[in-house]
């Protein structure tokens, strides 16, 4: 562990303090000349970017295999595509994110005008997670990029097939004199955060969030902050059953089995309605993933035995286990656990308090859809919330009074894939956004910048501050 990786692609032997501190001298000098700053540079970083990604789509398929055994579909929509769109979107628009944008002014400053400049930080820090790899390392890398800022990505070392392939993909493709990858657990991250960065990017849970922001905060470094949370479906009576099922089965377990920051992490319905949501849910993925779901290769397996442990863990407890109404299953031996579906887990059991992760689903339920506000708005922010619904009147409740990322009505995790939109967490899932022009705008400063010319200069501004220019 613990390689940096440069252009030449020769890694070094380890990478500590020191180590740390000189490449971060050597990143300086890079941003310091300027280069980064062209709108050349960036696009011509871009468009390796891209063929990077084109030219080692079977290579990235493969590792993911070998990290998640993440089925290829799964690898070439959310990874591969979703890199690719976020690639050409920059692309198409640098030139456009690049502008000033004019400001109003005010009478007082009159005759001035005003405007905002984009400029790019200088050095930052990406650090990434194990469960999308090549998308959660190489979207920020991107806007990083776009911005014109130096960048050094760290990816996870849960996921060493994906790791490695970027490492050595990125050596061989980009600038190294400005873009670095460092591999490596938490000696490496710990030598990287000691660093004064001008931003850090970090994804992952809220534990390593904390000590990514304390690190940030000895040297006044911001950061965005990508972390998760218990994303919440709220399912209503009035839905089209059969297409919400399928949704809701897609966003869990169609998304590395629920290994995903915004897939659904519990249900709330009605005691009423429950019942025939549960049947169309166990119709839906038993047509989705057969009737041993253990077996099918449509479903990535849990990344490691300590996951594996974490979420058997989270099932096997006494109160939580009698409430498993589907699946349960599970092969240690290929780290394999079958979508499961649990039913009035007790609200102070562990998988109720802890992000699941994983394939297992808890549903609650209520008298009133209403009574979900309080059980999601009493819990830690979420990064997505759902809502199944065909009553426009409850959405709208909904809407005002769900706090969390991102919502989807009708839907689940797709507005990830909507650049227009930022992406991002609100409480303990997360602070800033990402996605589209906002990674530009996250890894930019916002310079204010006025003109003004030597007319009009007005007296009253000046001293003697005389009772008259009071009165005025
Ligand atoms: P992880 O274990 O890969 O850790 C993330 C990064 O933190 C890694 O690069 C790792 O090396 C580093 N790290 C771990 N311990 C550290 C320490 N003590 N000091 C410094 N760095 C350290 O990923 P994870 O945390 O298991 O990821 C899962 C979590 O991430 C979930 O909570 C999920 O919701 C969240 N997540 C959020 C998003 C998002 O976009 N908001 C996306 C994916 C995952």
């Known amino acids: 562990m613990g390689r940096e990786t440069q252009t030449e692609g020769k890694p070094s032997a380890s990478f500590d303090t020191v180590a740390a501190s000189a490449m971060m001298k050597e990143l300086q000098a890079a941003y310091c000349s300027g280069t980064t700053r062209s709108y050349g540079w960036r696009i011509s970083q871009l468009k390796c970017l891209l063929r990077l990604t084109e030219d080692h789509g079977e290579d990235i398929a493969q590792a993911l295999r070998s990290d998640l055994s993440k089925p290829e579909l799964e690898s070439y929509v959310y990874e591969i595509s979703m890199l690719k769109n976020s690639i050409n979107l920059a692309l198409k628009e640098l030139k456009k994110w690049m502008l000033p944008e004019k400001a109003k002014t005010s009478l007082t400053t009159f005759p001035s005008s005003a405007e905002i400049v984009?400029?790019?930080?200088?050095?930052?820090?990406?650090?990434?997670?194990?469960?999308?790899?090549f998308l959660l390392s190489l979207d920020p890398v991107i806007g990083a990029i776009a911005a014109g800022n130096a960048v050094v990505l760290k990816p996870s070392e849960i996921a060493p097939a994906s790791s490695a392939l970027l490492a050595k993909l990125m050596g061989e493709y980009m600038d190294g004199s400005a873009i670095r990858v460092v591999e490596g657990a938490v000696a490496e991250t710990t030598a990287l955060l000691e660093q004064k960065w001008d931003k850090i990017c970090y994804t992952g849970n809220c534990r390593v969030g904390r000590i990514v922001m304390a690190a940030a905060a000895k040297h006044l470094t911001p950061v965005l902050l990508e972390l998760g949370g218990k994303c919440p479906v709220v399912v209503d009576s009035n839905i089209n059953l059969k297409v919400s099922c399928r949704r809701i089965i897609m966003g869990k377990w169609g998304c590395n089995n629920g290994q995903a920051c915004i897939s659904p992490d519990y249900i709330v319905t009605t005691k009423e309605y429950a019942p025939k949501l549960i049947d169309a849910l166990k119709k839906e993925l038993e047509r989705f993933f057969g009737r041993d779901a253990l077996e099918s290769p449509d479903l990535s397996r849990i990344v490691n035995t300590n996951h594996f442990s974490r979420l058997t863990k989270l099932l096997d407890e006494d109160k939580v286990s009698v409430k498993v109404i589907y699946g349960g299953e599970r092969d240690q031996s290929k780290l394999k656990i079958a979508p499961t579906i649990l039913l009035d887990v007790p609200r102070d059991s562990l998988i109720m308090n802890e992000e699941i992760f994983g394939p297992?689903?808890?549903?609650?339920t209520v008298d009133k859809l209403e009574d979900s506000f309080d059980?999601?708005?009493?819990g830690m922010k979420p990064l997505a919330a759902y809502l199944f619904?065909?009553?426009?009147k409850f959405r709208e409740r909904f809407?005002?009074?769900?706090s969390?990322?991102?919502?989807?009505?009708?839907?689940?995790?797709?507005?990830?894939?909507?650049?227009s939109l930022p992406f991002g967490g609100v409480g303990d899932s997360g602070m800033g956004a990402y996605h589209g022009k906002f990674s530009f705008d996250t890894f930019s400063h916002k310079k204010a910048v006025m003109y003004r010319g030597f007319i009009g200069d007005a007296d009253i501004r000046y001293p003697p501050y005389t009772k008259t220019k009071v009165r005025l």
Request: hydrophobic content about 50%.
């Open 375 to 378: 059980i999601i708005n009493s």
């Open 399 to 402: 809407v005002r009074n769900v």
């Open 389 to 392: 619904t065909s009553d426009n």
């Open 360 to 364: 297992l689903l808890p549903i609650l």
């Open 404 to 419: 969390a990322g991102g919502l989807v009505v009708n839907d689940t995790a797709i507005h990830l894939a909507v650049p």
């Open 118 to 133: 984009s400029e790019p930080l200088g050095v930052v820090l990406v650090i990434s997670a194990w469960n999308y790899p």
